[in-house]
């Protein structure tokens, strides 16, 4: 069972920036394809961003997020990355990344092909 953790969501202002990081101290995150989701109260759970397994040779962004989300790995360090700039208030929500082993990122943003969630982590964009 692979658990991952989320951590970096905090308070910040628009147009800030934050990193929220996706760790594992089990097992190697090298051979996962990570997702980022969000997901905010009475609506369903939105896909952010994607990086395939290993090489990262494929990246996935929403439509709403591209040019200010960049999702990268370090997977000598078995940890993931969502650097978050220009944020809007719109950004707001609960973040969570997935893993999904051997994904090549295909289907990056549909929740089902993830084995793997972390518990989320609140991002919240306001003056």
Request: charged fraction near 25%.
């Amino acid at each position: 069972q692979l658990r991952l953790v989320e951590s970096g969501g905090e308070l910040v202002q628009p147009g800030g920036s934050l990193r929220l990081t996706c760790a594992t101290s089990q097992y190697t995150l090298e051979y996962y394809a990570i997702g980022w989701f969000r997901q905010v109260p009475g609506k369903e759970r939105e896909a952010v961003s994607c990086i395939s397994h290993t090489d990262a040779t494929t990246t996935k962004y929403a439509d709403s997020v591209k040019g200010r989300f960049t999702v990268s790995r370090d997977n000598a360090k078995n940890e993931a990355y969502l650097q978050m700039n220009s944020l809007k208030p719109e950004d707001t929500a609960v973040y969570y990344c997935a893993a999904d082993l051997w994904g090549d990122g295909q289907k990056w943003n549909d929740p089902r092909e993830y084995d793997y969630w972390g518990q989320g982590t609140q991002v919240t964009v306001s003056s």
